[in-house]
């Protein structure tokens, strides 16, 4: 909407009539209900001189009696015994009970004394287990035969569940603990087990691997066959 043009003659016009009206209008309701405005305004009771500070004070004194009764209370409150919902509350030191490497039976206190700790000791376990003396004089020996190459080839040729309690990279993860596998526990007691051989001298023949040897089959929206 474009701003008025007060210097248009017709404008400045338009506005002095309004202004008149409504100075008109003002006058007109300030003679009908003048009288009203003025008892309405009029003080008829006593003046008591009160103050702002008065209102607040006297306010504070009617809220002292609700503040002794609940002080009254709250003493006889703080002399109870508070309820507790358990006896015991767990803490840290509670945390290794049941789930230290001992617990879990991968370490033994014998062989490293680090793992004979009180249950109130909240250090972290150690990560690697203890090292052979006989592999530790490898280092301080003179090369070829000896040394930190010889040392870290023999380490290298031992298992990792045999160096650390725990995985500590995701290389580890094929491979960790062979031993507990399945295809260790349900190995052959006596040689090996000739697969091709056993099926050919078979009265059946040999068979195609079992269904649970092939990929699974995954359900997708594609209907063409491959």
Same mark, same amino acid.
């Given at each position: 909407?474009?701003?008025?043009?007060?210097?248009?003659?017709?404008?400045?016009? &338009?506005?002095?009539?309004?202004?008149?009206?409504?100075?008109?209008?003002?006058?007109?309701?300030?003679?009908?209900?003048?009288?009203?405005?003025?008892?309405?305004?009029?003080?008829?009771?006593?003046?008591?001189?009160?103050?702002?500070?008065? *209102?607040?004070?006297?306010?504070?004194?009617?809220?002292?009696?609700?503040?002794?009764?609940?002080?009254?209370?709250?003493?006889?409150?703080?002399?109870?015994?508070?309820?507790?919902?358990?006896?015991?509350?767990?803490?840290?030191?509670?945390?290794?009970?049941?789930?230290?490497? *001992?617990? *879990?039976?991968?370490?033994?206190?014998?062989?490293?004394?680090?793992?004979?700790?009180?249950?109130?000791?909240?250090?972290?376990?150690?990560?690697?287990?203890? *090292?052979?003396?006989?592999?530790?004089?490898?280092?301080?020996?003179?090369?070829?035969?000896?040394?930190?190459?010889?040392?870290?080839?023999?380490?290298?040729?031992?298992?990792?569940?045999?160096?650390?309690?725990?995985?500590?990279?995701?290389?580890?993860?094929?491979?960790?603990?062979?031993?507990?596998?399945? &295809?260790?526990?349900?190995?052959?007691?006596?040689?090996?087990?000739?697969?091709?051989?056993?099926?050919?001298?078979?009265?059946?023949?040999?068979?195609?691997?079992?269904?649970?040897?092939?990929?699974?089959?995954?359900?997708?929206?594609?209907?063409?066959?491959?």
């Amino acid at each position: 909407m474009p701003l008025i043009d007060f210097t248009n003659p017709d404008v400045i016009k &338009f506005l002095v009539e309004n202004y008149e009206k409504t100075a008109r209008l003002r006058m007109k309701w300030n003679s009908l209900y003048g009288d009203k405005l003025q008892e309405a305004a009029t003080l008829h009771r006593e003046e008591k001189g009160y103050t702002t500070y008065d *209102v607040f004070k006297q306010n504070m004194i009617d809220g002292m009696a609700a503040i002794s009764r609940d002080h009254v209370t709250a003493g006889h409150n703080r002399r109870k015994v508070p309820l507790r919902d358990g006896k015991h509350i767990p803490g840290v030191a509670d945390m290794k009970k049941g789930h230290s490497i *001992v617990d *879990v039976g991968l370490g033994d206190p014998e062989e490293d004394p680090r793992l004979a700790r009180p249950d109130t000791d909240t250090t972290l376990d150690p990560i690697m287990r203890v *090292v052979d003396p006989n592999q530790k004089k490898i280092i301080y020996k003179d090369i070829p035969f000896y040394g930190r190459k010889v040392y870290l080839k023999n380490r290298s040729r031992m298992k990792p569940e045999q160096k650390y309690y725990f995985r500590e990279c995701s290389g580890w993860d094929c491979g960790w603990r062979l031993q507990d596998s399945f &295809f260790s526990r349900n190995a052959p007691s006596h040689g090996r087990v000739w697969r091709l051989s056993r099926d050919v001298k078979s009265r059946t023949g040999p068979h195609p691997d079992p269904a649970y040897y092939n990929d699974p089959e995954i359900a997708t929206v594609n209907k063409c066959p491959k």
